[in-house]
Nanobody, 126 residues
Framework: QVQLVESGGGLVQAGGSLRLSCAASGRTFGYASLGWFRQAPGKEREFAAGISGSGGDIAYADFVKGRFTISRDNAKNTVYLQMNSLKPEDTAVYYC???????????????????WGQGTQVTVSS
């Protein structure tokens, strides 16, 4: 059974940093694209960042470019999201997800992802 477990969320002041981790178990995903999405109250879940299986393709939503960095450690079956210069509008539940279809380009639609974590809350105070 596949499980994705996020950690690293919390409360931080504007301008601060957090590092999210997502550990996968039950299956190895060295070939799969891994993504981070977020969902704020009353809003749809949206793509934040993603990385292809090889790490050769990385995609970011415009609202995180220059502030967030996604990385992966295939040996640990883990994906990370380093979040710097956080803003109050970054407040959301952050989810990691796995796209098991082998692709060279990172998909940005939730429909392409097969497995999801339970989410971790990130709250940025002003």
């Amino acid at each position: 059974q596949v499980q994705l477990v996020e950690s690293g969320g919390g409360l931080v002041q504007a301008g601060g940093s957090l590092r999210l981790s997502c550990a996968a178990s039950g299956r190895t995903f060295g070939y799969a694209s891994l993504g981070w999405f977020r969902q704020a109250p009353g809003k749809e879940r949206e793509f934040a960042a993603g990385i292809s299986g090889s790490g050769g393709d990385i995609a970011y939503a415009d609202f995180v470019k220059g502030r967030f960095t996604i990385s992966r450690d295939n040996a640990k079956n883990t994906v990370y999201l380093q979040m710097n210069s956080l803003k109050p509008e970054d407040t959301a539940v952050y989810y990691c997800a796995v796209d098991t279809f082998p692709r060279t380009k990172v998909p940005v639609s939730t429909a392409n992802y097969d497995y999801w974590g339970q989410g971790t809350q990130v709250t940025v105070s002003s």
